[in-house]
């Protein structure tokens, strides 16, 4: 719109004749192209306006109904606007450039010319009869006296018959003041007011005769005798009204000039009127349009407020009446009713769904209070029910089952249900962990309710005990022939290993042989007692550092192909343990390492050992964490705290089960993962020395000691004396 204004301005100025008109078809074509941008920012603002008062309307809409109501009123207005204004602006100014034309001024200015000519030509009639007449008047005072009837008779015939009205002889005298001598049909004005000094100073010039013209009449005034400053008068009534239209003639013609030079601002202006009344028209039309959209909006977002409070929850909302006899009208009653009945069956369901809730919240709280997992499948096989237990079996984290296919979370409880199985112990595998399940499957018309417990640990200490039985038994029965065999094996070597001649060697090596797979014998039952019958351990204040850095050192000293290294970042060194248990705990994993390092280094020569331990403080709790590059965990990885477990040809398998114990029995845990870095095992023994802390044995008298746990009195402990 700046633009075409700019545009526009330079345009008409730039016209050489400013004063001319311009050409009316591009007058009406700047003119409309002023106005359609002009109205299409009216129409913007209109549009702006509408969104705004949509936007604080009750729906807070974008005003769509506001908009289109908006551009069908502006286009109603102004496109029949536009061409009344070109019709307008073009009939105004072929108009105006009629009247100012050439040819109207030609009109004008011959009129005007011809009355003028008309007028001088009686004012020359006028001037050329008085000259007659002052020479007849002449000839006649030559024959007659002034004072005469002669000469007044010949003075009247002269004034009629040459058609003048009145005259006069006025003379100056030498005293210089002017007298009438002669008169007919005298003036009112004496000789000084009709013979002014302008026209005796005229005269005095030599001109012949002087003329006057007068709204009423045409005087004229010529010398009678020049030497005696006598002078003649004469008059003619004219003609009025022709001298008005001269008069008005020449007004009409100024004035047609003046019009003439401001035709072209007077073409301009009308214009421009043109141009403010039409936006006028539209802003207009742009504000009906608003108004006649909040008239009918106002009922629409009525009915959106009163459905967006319905979908909010508040079901009581209705649309306010008294409501018009239309489609509206109807709709709100209709709206009104629907909202009565959603209330009264919404009121009806909640009262259901609250003890429908109530019976969900008990059967959920029975539910989070048993141990055994409980699923709830339908009959596509996906949980909709779980409890925490659940959850805690079937998977490592504390993720929400809820809408998960069984399938995704255990393959084996979904193939017991394909199966028709109804109960049965099965293993599952979460993360890296072997579990063991016993599983009771209830089928109703909604799906399925599969009941499991986690018996894993309860195997687990089922064959921990049992193999605590077999060691003991084995012990007992296999140590006590020990002695006498290796004994007897001792005492032959020595009484009979000379006596022999024919293979002494033989002999030897045999008797030798004995007596070493007899020491085998009784450390694998050293061990067995030991896993057997493990003593109950004396929990003191210990340095765990220097327990930690001793069984780090043993081993060291044993591989001087391994690189170990130990790093502790905890801050106090001391805690509660037992530090023979501790020790050998530690010395049995360490000892793992090396075997497995060991065993890597059988199949890779080039590879080099490392074992590290650390020591480090976490959340109050200290880890002990021990990483090795060998040969990995097994397959079975879960079953390697298993008593007689091991993969090695001349391991036992108890070496690991007892490292368990001894951790259990500190309060402790202990798990097994994949090293970071260039393979091996990473094993982590979390202890609490909060818990420890509590288990500290305190003396309280001579040879009598005490052990308090975890939320008893030093009453309730358990007592026994010392050696």
């Known amino acids: 719109m700046l633009a075409i204004a700019i545009a526009t301005y330079f345009g008409i100025s730039g016209q050489d004749d400013t004063t001319a008109l311009l050409a009316p078809p591009l007058v009406a074509l700047l003119l409309v192209a002023n106005l359609v941008p002009a109205i299409a920012l009216l129409v913007l603002l209109g549009r702006r306006v509408a969104v705004r008062r949509a936007a604080r309307s009750a729906i807070g809409s974008d005003g769509q109904l506001h908009v289109r109501l908006v551009a069908i009123f502006s286009l109603i207005a102004s496109i029949p606007m536009l061409f009344v204004v070109i019709f307008a602006s073009l009939l105004f100014q072929y108009g105006v450039q009629f009247w100012f034309s050439d040819n109207t001024r030609a009109m004008l200015q011959n009129a005007g010319t011809f009355a003028r000519g008309y007028y001088e030509q009686n004012l020359r009639e006028v001037g050329d009869e008085t000259l007659t007449m002052a020479s007849d008047l002449r000839d ?45 049909d005298p003036d009112q004005r004496t000789a000084a007011q009709l013979l002014t000094k302008d026209i005796v100073a005229q005269l005095s010039k030599g001109e012949a005769v002087t003329v006057r013209a007068e709204p009423d009449q045409i005087e004229a005034f010529t010398l009678l005798y020049p030497d005696r400053r006598v002078y003649l008068y004469a008059t003619r009534d004219s003609d009025a009204p022709a001298f008005s239209q001269v008069k008005r003639a020449q007004a009409v013609l100024a004035d047609y000039d003046s019009f003439a030079r401001q035709s072209r601002e007077l073409q301009i202006r009308f214009n421009s009127t043109l141009f403010i009344g039409s936006l006028a028209l539209v802003g207009i039309a742009v504000w009906i349009a608003l108004k006649v959209a909040d008239r009918l909006v106002k009922p629409v977002n009525e009915l959106v407020d009163a459905a967006r409070r319905i979908t909010e929850g508040d079901l009581s909302a209705r649309v306010s009446g008294p409501h018009a006899r239309d489609e509206i009208g109807v709709l709100s009653s209709a709206f009104n009713r629907m909202t009565q009945r959603l209330e009264r069956q919404t009121g009806a369901l909640m009262t259901a769904n609250s003890q429908l809730e109530n019976r969900r919240a008990i059967i959920e709280a029975i539910l989070s209070g048993v141990s055994a997992g409980v699923l709830a499948v339908d009959t596509e096989q996906n949980i909709r029910m779980n409890n925490q237990s659940a959850r805690s079996i079937l998977t490592d984290s504390e993720q929400e089952l809820t809408e998960l296919p069984l399938s995704d979370v255990s393959r084996e409880l979904a193939d017991m249900i394909e199966n028709d199985v109804t109960a049965d112990i099965i293993q599952i595998r979460v993360g890296t962990e072997l579990r063991t399940l016993a599983v009771k499957i209830a089928q109703d018309h909604s799906g399925h309710v599969l009941t499991f417990d986690d018996i894993t640990q309860q195997l687990s200490d089922q064959r921990r005990a049992a193999w605590s039985d077999v060691a003991r038994r084995i012990a007992h029965e296999i140590k006590n022939p020990l002695t ?240």
């Open 140 to 184: 006649y005072l030559t024959q007659s006296k002034v004072s005469s009837p002669e000469f007044a008779e010949g003075y009247i015939y002269q004034v009629v018959t040459r058609k003048l009205n009145r005259s006069a002889i006025i003379e100056i005298g030498e005293d210089g003041i002017a007298r009438t001598a002669a008169t007919v």
């Open 484 to 723: 006498p065999i290796q004994l007897a094996a001792e005492r032959l070597q020595r009484r009979y290993g000379d006596e022999i001649q024919s293979d002494q060697p033989t002999f030897t090596r045999l008797t030798q042989t004995i007596v070493r797979q007899v020491g085998d014998l009784r450390r694998i039952v050293d061990e067995f007692s030991s896993f057997a019958r493990m003593p109950k351990p004396v929990f003191r204040t210990e340095a765990l550092e220097d327990i930690a850095r001793h069984s780090l050192f043993l081993h060291e000293v044993a591989h001087p192909g391994i690189n170990f290294s130990f790093t502790s970042q905890i801050n106090d060194r001391h805690i509660i343990c037992d530090r023979r248990q501790i020790g050998q705990a530690l010395t049995n994993i360490v000892k793992n390492a090396a075997e497995a390092v060991e065993m890597r280094k059988e199949n890779d020569p080039a590879h080099e050992g490392r074992i590290t331990m650390l020591l480090a403080q976490r959340e109050g709790k200290i880890i002990i964490e021990l990483a090795d590059n060998g040969v990995g965990l097994p397959e079975e990885r879960e079953r390697i705290i298993e008593p007689y477990m091991t993969t090695r040809t001349k391991g036992t398998g108890l070496g690991l089960a007892i490292v368990q114990k001894i951790i259990e029995e500190h309060g402790g845990t202990m798990t097994f993962e994949d090293a970071e870095e260039g393979g091996g095992t990473k094993v982590s023994i979390l202890l609490d020395p909060g818990h420890l802390a509590r288990l500290e044995e305190k003396p309280l008298a001579d040879g009598v000691k005490t052990e308090t746990t975890s939320g008893k009195s030093p009453k309730g402990g358990a007592v026994s004396h010392g050696t």
